[in-house]
């Protein structure tokens, strides 16, 4: 087992759930982990975790997110974990940081939602992520303007959003919950 494996479940099992929805995803995960060694990494066929987060601006008002060119629509940044992420907070980080070209972010110590959607990834065969969502925030500009972005290759657009008025090619069916969790997660460390 991996220290990245170990940190999921630790990570998972210590999680208090916003809602028994989530807290039924979150046993299906620790399962899922309990029953393969390689749950964290992409190698995994029958399904791997992956690690997102929702990056916010600092007064909580906009949100990134990145139009992705398999899913066809608007999310939060994320990916695979990768061999030198030790933590699932670790590789949302990374992929956060890799996505944005920001210099830096502040992670919620927590998951703020877990989501389980099927996709056709870089195994290049149908499979399932099993998405471990974070929330952060991006350092405030002086001037109070947006912090400036640079895509990246892995995306097809990248944009700030108003928290209000997401685009409509936005995953109407998870990234609604994840930015109002998120939202909620910073509101309560800030």
Do not use: N
Request: proline share 6%; net charge negative; charged share 20%.
């Amino acid at each position: 087992m991996s220290a990245l494996h170990a940190s999921a479940v630790e990570s998972l099992t210590a999680w208090t759930a916003p809602d028994p929805h989530q807290d039924s995803i979150r046993h299906a995960y620790l399962a899922f982990l309990a029953a393969t060694d390689d749950a964290c990494r992409r190698a995994c066929a029958a399904g791997h975790l992956t690690a997102s987060v929702i990056v916010f601006d600092a007064d909580l008002t906009h949100v990134l997110l990145t139009l992705h060119p398999r899913v066809g629509k608007w999310i939060q940044l994320g990916g695979h974990c990768e061999p030198q992420d030790a933590t699932l907070a670790e590789a949302a980080l990374r992929e956060g940081l890799e996505e944005s070209g920001l210099s830096s972010l502040t992670l919620s110590d927590r998951p703020v939602q877990l989501h389980a959607h099927p996709i056709t990834c870089s195994l290049g065969v149908p499979t399932r992520h099993l998405d471990v969502r974070f929330a952060a925030v991006a350092d405030r500009e002086a001037d109070g303007s947006l912090p400036p972005i640079v895509r990246s290759d892995e995306s097809v657009d990248l944009a700030w959003w108003p928290v209000g008025d997401l685009p409509s090619e936005v995953d109407a069916e998870s990234v609604p919950g994840l930015v109002e969790l998120g939202a909620a997660a910073l509101a309560t460390t800030a």
